[in-house]
């Protein structure tokens, strides 16, 4: 069980209703489904991962953020999640606006750009930086619009969107994000966890 | 042949009432002691009740065959697998080739027509037959996805689990069209007499044989079909300059054709595809199709393929997006395969194994909760 799922999972409350957007294998619905009792379904592009997901009785469907976030009515979700895609799509800012849509609450991870060892790549090196969270070479890479911790606090406050906790994980370190040490989690979280509200 | 005889009048969609008629079906697998295996399954345009092992007619496998039997998807090692030949059909439902008692000859186009509600109206009745209280699944591919879709809006508390296979919820232009053509192709041979033949004597074989061809065509994949027979020349090196079958696939289509007219009826193939152009669930629910589904409890798994242009993905789309707009439980996947339409009748191992895998998952968490 990842790190990110266990805090994701502490945000949500009992017998909600949830919406996994990139679902894959579907570990974390039925983490969900085992201690929160909650109604979970997905949403997942790959065909293999929608599959494996259905073959255990998960109700997932294929399709992506992009296209088929629509289909759900407004606020049909206790708790939409977001787990480490939205720099892989072509317009995040309505990627979220969507998500805020369909959920009341939104839980969003996001590989932080501003960790240090990234920061460093670039400035030491000069090379598009590459780590275990972003594995990829800048001409193969899916995600297309990489953020910092500070990019998105920056985003929702411009957006008017309401960040309900956050969560900075480093290693399997987790700790609390707040305005006074933003700059310094900034800096150490290889990962973002926000939940948000409209 | 298993047959049940029902007597209950049922009102069929065009206003006529039919009772005392004939429903057969076959079974496989065992019904469980507290009834709560059984699995009913729908055929498509062309199917019988005989959906596995071999057919005892055709003695052919039974069109399902790939997908029922013990150790397969639809196990019946655990689950008990109920199919009935549709009304309309002709393999010994009530259907056009019934002998009319009054007459002594079939009932031919003096059948009334008849919808898909009216096929899952009447096969509803086996329920009651095996006093089966809620099924566990219903499933079907094509038409018999249609029929699925029609039988949870109908029944929304008698099926835990349904599986609407390559379907659509309305009929497209495009389908009718084909389906028109089929029915000209039978009408117009002088054989059909107006659907008044007399079927052991001259059958518009013809015309059923060209309606075959043609809906077989819609089955299949360009792709499928261009890797399979390309313009490989049928038994002969070189192009003969006449009309004979010069090419594979004209011979493949022609012998589609000819064994076809050996096990179907003509007017079954009319009142068949009739009832296939009538269904529009969504006009049922006045334009919403959601509201077909507003009751219902049952989880649904919708399935398309790839490669199939006659239901093709974004109308099976269409039924997951109407689930969705209510909170329903609903999975889908589209399956990749160059087999086209016809993919649900075939061997396409990932298509197998992941109803395999759903249904025997959702069973034993459907017992672990009772428990």
């Known amino acids: 069980m990842k790190e990110e799922f266990k805090v994701i999972s502490k945000f949500i409350e009992e017998k909600s209703r949830v919406l996994d957007v990139g679902c894959g294998d579907g570990i974390l619905m039925e983490y969900l489904l085992k201690n929160k009792v909650v109604d979970v379904r997905g949403l997942e592009i790959s065909k293999e991962k929608v599959k494996k997901c259905l073959s255990k009785g998960l109700a997932v469907i294929e399709g992506d953020a992009e296209n088929d976030l629509k289909q759900f009515p407004d606020l049909s979700f206790d708790y939409v999640i977001l787990s480490q895609t939205l720099q892989a799509f072509m317009s995040p800012e309505n990627v979220i606006e969507n998500l805020l849509r369909v959920g009341k609450k939104v839980i969003v991870t996001i590989p932080n750009f501003g960790h240090w060892k990234v920061r460093l790549d670039l400035l030491l090196k000069g090379e598009m930086p590459v780590t275990k969270n972003l594995p990829y070479q800048w001409y193969n890479t899916p995600n297309l619009h990489m953020c910092t911790i500070q990019d998105f606090y920056n985003f929702c406050n411009n957006k008017r969107v309401y960040i309900y906790k956050s969560i900075s994980l480093n290693g399997k370190k987790t700790s609390k994000i707040t305005s006074s040490n933003l700059k310094f989690k900034n800096l150490i979280s290889e990962l973002g966890i926000f939940l948000l509200e409209k | ?371």
């Open chain 2, 1 to 371: 042949m298993k047959s049940i005889i029902i007597e209950k009048t049922l009102k069929l969609d065009c206003g006529k009432e039919i009772s005392h008629f004939p429903l057969a079906y076959e079974t496989y697998g065992n019904l469980n002691e507290k009834k709560d295996n059984a699995i009913l399954i729908f055929h498509a345009l062309t199917g019988d009740q005989y959906a596995s092992g071999i057919n005892p007619i055709t003695k052919k496998e039974g069109w399902w065959n790939y997908a029922v039997g013990p150790g397969k998807s639809f196990d019946t090692d655990k689950f008990f697998v109920i199919c009935a030949n549709v009304i309309g059909g002709c393999m010994g439902s009530y259907g056009p080739g019934t002998i009319d008692p009054l007459t002594n000859k079939p009932i031919g186009t003096n059948f009334p027509v008849i919808t898909i509600n009216d096929m899952v109206n009447a096969q509803y009745n086996l329920l009651d037959y095996f006093k089966i209280e809620k099924l566990f699944a219903v499933a079907g591919g094509s038409m018999g996805g249609m029929q699925v879709l029609q039988f949870v809006s109908n029944f929304p508390n008698k099926a835990r689990v349904a599986l609407p296979i390559a379907c659509t919820a309305s009929h497209s232009a495009q389908n009718i069209a084909f389906n028109e053509l089929g029915r000209q192709a039978i009408m117009s041979d002088s054989n059909w007499k107006e659907g008044l033949y007399d079927e052991k004597s001259t059958n518009p074989d013809k015309g059923l044989a060209v309606a075959r061809m043609a809906a077989h065509i819609t089955y299949l994949s360009k792709q499928g079909l261009q890797e399979k027979f390309g313009r490989n020349l049928q038994e002969r090196s070189d192009l003969k300059f006449g009309f004979d079958a010069d090419f594979q696939i004209e011979s493949y289509l022609r012998y589609q054709g000819s064994v076809f007219v050996d096990r179907f009826d003509a007017n079954s193939y009319l009142y068949i595809t009739r009832a296939m152009d009538y269904f529009d669930l969504t006009k049922q629910y006045g334009g919403n199709l959601s509201k077909a589904f507003k009751d219902t409890k049952t989880k649904f798994f919708v399935i398309s393929f790839t490669s199939d242009w006659l239901y093709p993905t974004s109308e099976n789309k269409d039924i997951v997006i109407a689930l969705n707009a209510i909170g329903a439980d609903v999975g889908f996947v589209e399956i990749k395969t160059d087999k086209g339409h016809d993919s649900f009748l075939l061997d396409v191992p990932d298509f197998l194994s992941t109803i395999k895998n759903y249904l025997n998952t959702n069973y034993s968490n459907f017992n672990e909760r009772r428990i």
